[in-house]
């Protein structure tokens, strides 16, 4: 099973079947997510390179359980990252579901041989795995684009605290925690969350007002009860009050954007209006 050149890289594979190309595609998408994840356990669940659930918390199988909860459905046939060994109580969870590769740094014994139950799950250890290069590089007909990676989430200085009402402190870590996600989301971005779980993720729409209606829809099928005072993320700036709104509507009340739009001032006024909180971070994420 073990690729040489995988090996080079730091991705153990300890069973399941060969890699194809989308895999790989969506591994490298979640351990980019999770490497921005530090200091405490981390569970992302990626689908056709885009999150569908990422969640962080003092405990790994509650990590673990909060990302799964997020969006069941897309997390079918998905690749999950983990930044803890899975434990024996981890795999019984992953072993509930199907799943095409499951990424950890490490995995106990008792473990390992559930999971080898799945002749077809692949399991990869990332323990030794490194991040190297800070480039992305598309390549086109005879001709390519070269960017650096985007590792900045947004500046505490240069927050704008644009509403009457404004956030605590600890909204701050949760509002950094959503902003941080919209950034791997494909644009445009509308990110959802509660106690540092995402609870509904709108990604890759033409139009802005769609991913914050699917963000809104995911939420209400799959988490309804956490969608009240939860925080919403956009990757860019909203172009009209109708986003904001619907998601007002829904129960958001916190809100992180860049700003910058010639109707920023409606913008703010539906959110004020609604007694919720905005932030602009003058910052914007799109991932193309």
Request: net charge positive; glycine share 6%.
């Amino acid at each position: 099973v073990n690729n040489y050149k995988d090996k080079e890289l730091g991705l153990n594979q300890l069973g399941g079947k060969d890699l194809s190309y989308n895999n790989y595609n969506d591994i490298f998408a979640s351990l980019e997510i999770l490497f921005s994840l530090k200091k405490v356990a981390a569970t992302v669940i990626v689908k056709h390179a885009n999150p569908c659930g990422v969640a962080i918390n003092k405990l790994p199988i509650i990590s673990f359980k909060n990302a799964y909860a997020c969006d069941p459905i897309s997390a079918f046939g998905g690749v999950i990252a983990c930044n803890f060994k899975v434990n024996k109580a981890i795999a019984n969870e992953i072993n509930k579901n199907f799943l095409e590769v499951i990424l950890a740094k490490g995995f106990e014994k008792d473990a390992l041989d559930l999971l080898n139950m799945k002749k077809n799950l692949r399991i990869i250890d990332i323990s030794k795995y490194k991040q190297k290069k800070q480039t992305v590089i598309k390549i086109f007909d005879g001709s390519f684009l070269l960017q650096e990676k985007d590792k900045f989430i947004f500046n505490k200085r240069d927050l704008k605290f644009v509403t009457n009402n404004k956030p605590t402190l600890k909204e701050l870590k949760e509002i950094e925690f959503a902003f941080n996600i919209s950034k791997y989301v494909k644009s445009n971005a509308i990110v959802l969350t509660n106690n540092f779980s995402t609870i509904g993720i709108g990604a890759g729409q033409p139009s802005r007002l769609d991913s914050c209606k699917i963000a809104v829809q995911k939420a209400k099928q799959f988490q309804a009860k956490k969608i009240k005072n939860s925080i919403a993320a956009s990757d860019a700036f909203f172009p009209f009050a109708d986003g904001v709104q619907s998601l007002i509507d829904a129960g958001v009340r916190i809100f992180v954007q860049p700003g910058g739009s010639i109707r920023d001032q409606e913008v703010i006024n539906a959110a004020n209006k609604a007694k919720a909180k905005m932030i602009f971070t003058n910052i914007r994420h799109f991932n193309h």
